[in-house]
């Protein structure tokens, strides 16, 4: 048992580790805030227009609840990076690259993804050249048997629910990316007065959509509109899903920045001394049910503290 | 099921030839478009405000800063989408609902271009969708007498110099801010001044960042260099209450600029006429124009 990690395995302190945990602190610190604080002016800006006798105004009021929505899945597919090959941090380089294509290829690609790269991009597994390890292997801590096997059935756990709140984002994103466009590049909504649902005959129907707005980049005249739900339900469901996304961001910030503790830094940046690392500050999320009893318990034996659960009984 | 539209008008190839339903139909909401914009930017700068005031710290007033400068920014897309799908003669539709930021890059250069010329307000290309007409075109209008004609033409200018000014913070914002306020949408690859000056510092590229010695933000975009590598680019953003306080302006200048364009487009269109001067200023002309002006609106 070393708890002393390779310091030759890892990135450029300086160069590399110093930007990802400046990247990941602000997240923390000032992008989460930031976008909590806009999401709940949307939902407030989109409550006070269901109280106005103008039913286009609103109409853009809950556009804009979806965009400041949208934009933190599109925050989390940024965030949500593979590590750098042997260490648990950010890629911040990486989060830093712009494509059109890349929220979109996240959320697409996530069915493929083994549980390894969904550890992975929680901080939980670390890309080797041969696969992926646990923590305790990274940092070479010698741990009984079963304790092992407990920890994978939480890391499963987690890869459970967090695949099931991804795969819950990735249809967010799939039924309302176009919703998100039109907000961002010409609040592209219909205007009520205009126009009107028909049969495929051409015959009026008496439906009022919860929203429609024009497609972006498509062919002339090509209209997304829902049907199913009141504006209303549009707004609750998307506003859930955008804090399920926080909260995702939050716990990969936060997995991800323990590594912060292993350096000490002088002011200017250079590192001064790098600490064995025998405690692990595991953070899972998961269901209890998810967990037999015999492993919670060899988990709290070696100091991991199970919260009250939600009410989903997630952790 | 299908979507229908209902916009009557008494001349469909008139309605097409200035660009087709779908345009005319979404210009005519252009007014509500702007009051939520303008709303939205309102509710974000008095946010911004509130933490200013009550010290909310560094983390949080630049925070909030950035969301006004998205805010703002949003009604500046509006603007530029809006003038480059009216800057050609065809295609106006396809080129609103894909415009991309090169493109909005050269509609506010041109516009930066026609801030600098000397000549009437009118004769600019950025003004030209505004539908005021050419001196020459109101002169040969029939029925109108010379004095009407030259009070409308005073009256076109007046609004087209009016233009002209209102688009220059809206000019300025883009030239400054557009990187920053892609990255508010785009992933928010944004590091806090704090976290970028540290202790410790965020690596080498703090060394490319002096401190402004008020709260700001460095956008981080990272790119492929044509040679090979990667290369990041750092766009500081000053979060003080004069940066904000300018993008506020811009971006509501921008919501007035956007309505005006769309109401003028659609009211052109709505009445068949390539000509329409808004009657609004008419008390800044002289007392003979406004006569002159007025005998012509009472018909």
């Known amino acids: ?315 | 099921m299908q979507f229908g539209f209902r916009v009557s008008h008494h001349d469909h190839d008139y309605v097409e030839s200035r660009g087709g339903w779908e345009l005319y139909t979404h210009l005519r909401a252009g007014g509500k478009r702007s009051t939520f914009r303008r709303h939205s930017l309102t509710r974000a700068t008095g946010l911004y405000r509130l933490a200013w005031a009550r010290d909310g710290g560094d983390f949080e007033r630049c925070g909030l800063a950035l969301l006004v400068l998205q805010r703002a920014a949003l009604a500046v897309e509006d603007l530029g989408g809006v003038l480059h799908a009216l800057a050609e003669e065809t295609d106006h539709w396809k080129r609103l609902t894909s415009t991309r930021i090169p493109e909005l890059d050269s509609v506010f250069s041109e516009a930066r271009q026609d801030l600098g010329l000397s000549g009437p307000a009118r004769d600019c290309p950025t003004i030209a969708p505004f539908c005021l007409g050419t001196a020459e075109q109101i002169e040969g209008e029939p029925g109108w007498s010379p004095a009407q004609s030259g009070a409308a033409n005073a009256l076109a200018d007046l609004w087209a110099e009016r233009w002209r000014k209102q688009i220059c913070p809206v000019v300025d914002f883009w030239e400054k801010h557009r990187s920053a306020a892609k990255s508010t949408m785009h992933g928010y690859p944004i590091i806090a001044g704090r976290h970028m000056l540290g202790p410790p510092p965020a690596g080498p590229m703090a060394e490319h960042i002096p401190d402004p010695g008020v709260p700001f933000a460095v956008v981080l975009s990272t790119s492929q260099k044509a040679a090979g590598g990667l290369r990041t680019e750092l766009t500081r953003v000053r979060c003080d209450p004069p940066t904000v306080e300018a993008m506020n302006r811009a971006g509501r200048a921008a919501a007035d600029l956007y309505r005006d364009l769309c109401l003028q487009q659609a009211r052109s269109i709505g009445a068949g006429c390539a000509v329409m001067i808004p009657t609004s200023m008419l008390e800044r002309l002289s007392p003979s124009q406004q006569t002159a002006m007025r005998e012509k609106i009472d018909k």
């Open chain 1, 1 to 315: 048992m070393t708890g002393k990690p390779d310091i030759n395995a890892f990135p450029d302190p300086y160069r590399v580790l110093l930007p990802s945990f400046a990247y990941l602190r602000s997240i923390r610190d000032q992008t989460l805030p930031a976008r909590a604080t806009a999401l709940e002016d949307a939902i407030s800006h989109f409550t006070d227009a269901e109280d106005r006798d103008d039913a286009d105004y609103r109409d853009l009021a809950l556009l804009g609840l979806i965009g400041e929505a949208l934009q933190i899945l599109e925050d989390l597919a940024a965030i949500a990076t593979e590590p750098p090959k042997g260490f648990p941090a950010p890629n911040y380089v990486a989060a830093t690259m712009y494509s059109p294509s890349k929220t979109t290829s996240f959320y697409q690609g996530l069915k493929k993804r083994s549980d390894d790269r969904i550890l992975a991009l929680v901080g939980l597994r670390v890309p080797t050249d041969s696969g992926y390890i646990s923590l305790h292997e990274l940092f070479q801590i010698a741990l009984a048997e079963d304790t092992i096997e407990a920890l994978r059935e939480a890391e499963h756990a987690t890869a459970t629910l967090l695949r099931q709140h991804l795969f819950a984002l990735a249809s967010i994103w799939d039924d309302f990316g176009g919703y998100f466009n039109a907000f961002k590049h010409g609040g592209l909504s219909l205007n009520r007065d205009d126009y009107f649902v028909a049969d495929d005959k051409g015959a009026e129907l008496d439906i009022s959509p919860s929203l429609t707005v024009w497609a972006r980049r498509k062919d002339q005249g090509m209209v997304l509109g829902g049907m199913n739900l009141s504006p209303r339900d549009v707004a609750d469901h998307v506003t859930k899903h955008a804090w399920i996304a926080r909260a995702l961001i939050e716990y990969i910030v936060t997995t991800r920045l323990f590594t912060e503790g292993l350096f000490e830094f002088d002011d200017a940046g250079t590192v001064t001394s790098i600490k064995s690392q025998h405690h692990i500050p595991w953070v899972f999320w998961l269901k209890r049910a998810d967990v037999s009893p015999a492993a919670i318990e060899r988990l709290e034996a070696i100091g991991i503290v199970f919260p009250d659960g939600a009410p989903d009984g997630s952790l």
